[in-house]
Every structure is written in structure tokens, then in C-alpha cells.
């Protein structure tokens, strides 16, 4: 009763970005803090991925999906809005203020990439179609 999905049906999927879940589509977009030695136009591969799924069929890893990866196109690097720090000891008369910014990269998805290896993944599947 269950059917693997086709390549055109829209897949998502569950990624670990530096300690951080996002959901991503491919040609989506999403902001996250800065890796180091990383450029523009840079490709990364983000091989943690948690879940895969489309509008029929979810493939949940356990912990990760195996032979899951994401592909993701670095395309800008700029700082986020300010954040303004305040320390204060009461009743002492001392106050500081200092702020931040933090680096933020934007990527663009290129690509989600898993593997469907047949029975291995339809062992614990249940469909969830009504009379299936």
C-alpha cells in the first residue's frame, strides 16, 4: 500500500545548522549565525538530517536519516540588527552598557539528497491514508 514519493513532489527536510533545527525546501532560503572560514559562493553540505519528507511520506532517522544530505549555497554575509547589553549591580551606583552584532549568513538550498533503500525503510512504515 505505500509508494515511494517521485523526485518531482516537493521534499522538506530537518537539518542541524551549528546547533540550531531548520526546516528547509530546496531553493528556500535561510539566515543563520556564521561559520568560520567560510566565503561567498561557498557549497556546503549538511550531512545531520533529522527528517525527510514530502506531502505522502516522512522518513524520520534515528538519530539522523542515513546517506541524508543538504546542499546549500552560501550567498550573503552581514551583520544582524544590534543588541544592547545592560549590567547593573543595584544599590551600588554601577551601570555598563556595551552592545553586539552577530554575524549572519544567508543560504540558499540547492539540494536535498536521501537515499530510499526499500525494505530496510518500510519496516515500521504505516500508511496514513484512510483504507489503505
Not at 518531482?8 to 540550531?20: L, Q, R, S, T, Y
Not at 544567508?106 to 539540494?111: E, L
Request: charged content about 30%; overall charge positive.
Amino acid at each position: 500500500p505505500l509508494t515511494l514519493p517521485t523526485p518531482e513532489d516537493e521534499v522538506f527536510a530537518i537539518v542541524n545548522i551549528k546547533g540550531h533545527q531548520h526546516k528547509v525546501m530546496q531553493d528556500g532560503i535561510i539566515i543563520t549565525e556564521r561559520q568560520k572560514g567560510v566565503d561567498v559562493n561557498e557549497q556546503l553540505i549538511f550531512d545531520s538530517v533529522y527528517l525527510v519528507g514530502t506531502k505522502d511520506y516522512t522518513l524520520v532517522g534515528r538519530p539522523t536519516v542515513e546517506g541524508g544530505k543538504v546542499w546549500a549555497t552560501v550567498e550573503q554575509i552581514c551583520l544582524g540588527k544590534k543588541t544592547l547589553v545592560l549590567i547593573k549591580k543595584r544599590r551600588k551606583g554601577y551601570k555598563k552598557h556595551h552592545g553586539h552584532r552577530t554575524e549572519l549568513m544567508t543560504m540558499r538550498i540547492d539540494k536535498i539528497e536521501y537515499e530510499l533503500t526499500g525494505e530496510k525503510h518500510f519496516e515500521n512504515a504505516v500508511s496514513l491514508m484512510p483504507n489503505h
